[in-house]
């Protein structure tokens, strides 16, 4: 999905920006990707943030054989 949006950013740039540099639109590309990348990682946190919250209550309801013994990897 990445490679698409990186091929489709370089082409609109190069056909907006003809008299430009081709490095510029390899770098217009790769901006592009870095932040779609970004804003997908951070929707991703999110979303992970509030589907693993437990509460102390979820935890104590738990009991003692879930929890990990400190120092047990």
Known sequence: MLSTLFASAL???ARDNPTSNPLDASIHGYVVVFWWA??????????AFFMMRSSAADLAEAGPDHQVAAGAH
């Open 38 to 47: 970004a804003a997908i990682t951070f929707v991703g946190a999110v979303i």
């Open 11 to 13: 082409t609109d740039f």
